[in-house]
T-cell receptor, first 112, second 111 residues
Framework: ETGVTQTPRHLVMGMTNKKSLKCEQH?????MYWYKQSAKKPLELMFV???????ENNSVPSRFSPECPNSSHLFLHLHTLQPEDSALYLC???????????FGPGTRLTVL | GQQLNQSPQSMFIQEGEDVSMNCTSS?????WLWYKQDPGEGPVLLIA?????ELTSNGRLTAQFGITRKDSFLNISASIPSDVGIYFC???????????FGTGTRLKVLA
């Protein structure tokens, strides 16, 4: 396994569904991140975890719920999403909170 | 809030041409990163810059950390079709230590 992996790569869900995105990093890093990427917008930082502790919640709606059980795994639990939440969700990791970030391939989410 | 202005937004070039793009801000940054993103994939790190004035190369790519610490430049020499993609800059802010991302430069190479 190399780098940062994300599953699933594609997800289509209804507004009443509950689903989870998974991220795993094999780089021995201590910080992990969730970003949202929408068309023609800069990457939006959602959450930051440093040594399994959440250090940043960038005013993200509560329908997005992150979980970081250990330094290698990061989840994003989704429930009652809206169509405007459709986007590419990217996970990243870095050695610490200030170091260079390495991204996963992303999960393309479509909310119907 | 802090913003990164990345230009150009998009460009078409002929294969073999050199390409230049830049990111500018009114804020000071401690680190500059340049990424490339292919369709349906995550950004891949190309070059990292850690000191003002630093010039770093990665194959045909060269990036510079501006002396004022408010800008950075990326050059691609002798472009080839696989250079197609979106190039992002990211700056690590000096105060809050967060990465701010540019909106990207979409590069299309005509064979």
């Amino acid at each position: 396994e190399t780098g940062v992996t994300q599953t699933p790569r594609h997800l289509v869900m209804g507004m009443t569904n509950k689903k989870s995105l998974k991220c795993e990093q094999h780089l021995g890093h201590n910080a992990m991140y969730w970003y949202k990427q929408s068309a023609k917008k800069p990457l939006e930082l959602m959450f930051v975890y440093n040594f399994k502790e959440q250090t940043e919640n960038n005013s993200v709606p509560s329908r997005f719920s992150p979980e970081c059980p250990n330094s290698s795994h990061l989840f994003l639990h989704l429930h009652t999403l809206q169509p405007e939440d459709s986007a590419l969700y990217l996970c990243a990791s870095s050695q610490d909170g200030r170091d260079t970030q390495y991204f996963g391939p992303g999960t393309r989410l479509t909310v119907l | 809030g802090q913003q990164l202005n990345q230009s150009p937004q998009s460009m078409f070039i002929q294969e073999g041409e050199d390409v230049s793009m830049n990111c500018t801000s009114s804020s000071i940054f401690n680190t500059w990163l340049w990424y490339k993103q292919d369709p349906g994939e995550g950004p891949v790190l190309l070059i990292a810059l850690y000191k003002a004035g630093e010039l770093t190369s990665n194959g045909r790519l060269t990036a510079q950390f501006g002396i004022t610490r408010k800008d950075s430049f990326l050059n691609i020499s002798a472009s080839i079709p696989s250079d197609v993609g979106i190039y992002f800059c990211a700056g690590l802010t000096s105060g809050t230590y967060k990465y701010i991302f540019g909106t990207g430069t979409r590069l299309k190479v005509l064979a």
